[in-house]
């Protein structure tokens, strides 16, 4: 299986940006279509951005659509989450996960291996 840890979350004002990182050991995050998820206080955990296996594929929230940008570099074994124009709204716990199924998909249930998050907040 694989683990995976995520970094570069941090403080940062309203229309600002933050690059976050996924990176993973245990094996080859080719193996695996990577999801980035993020979860605000008393609210559910949401969809942010998907990527496919060979980073052919991306999706997006219609939320995040334009401003975040998520990649992959399968040498490396690391992915990431580029966000520009922050906005307070996107203050949250931000996720990577990974799906070893075949596919991508939207939903939380559909990844099998979870990192432990890291904050983003944004102060208006």
């Known amino acids: 299986q694989v683990q995976v840890v995520e970094s570069g979350g941090g403080l940062v004002q309203a229309g600002g940006s933050l690059r976050l990182s996924c990176a993973a050991s245990?094996?080859?995050?080719?193996?695996?279509?990577l999801g980035w998820f993020r979860q605000a206080p008393g609210k559910e955990r949401e969809f942010v951005a998907a990527?496919?296996?060979?980073?052919?594929?991306?999706y997006y929230a219609d939320s995040v659509k334009g401003r975040f940008t998520i990649s992959r570099d399968n040498a490396e074994n690391t992915a990431n989450l580029q966000m520009h124009s922050l906005k307070p709204e996107d203050t949250a716990v931000y996720y990577c996960?990974?799906?070893?199924?075949?596919?991508?998909?939207?939903?939380?249930?559909?990844?099998?291996?979870w990192g432990q998050g890291t904050q983003v907040t944004v102060s208006s």
């Open positions: 990527i496919s296996r060979s980073g052919g594929s991306s």
């Open positions: 996960a990974a799906r070893s199924s075949a596919g991508v998909t939207t939903t939380p249930n559909g990844y099998d291996y």
């Open positions: 245990g094996r080859t995050l080719r193996s695996y279509a």
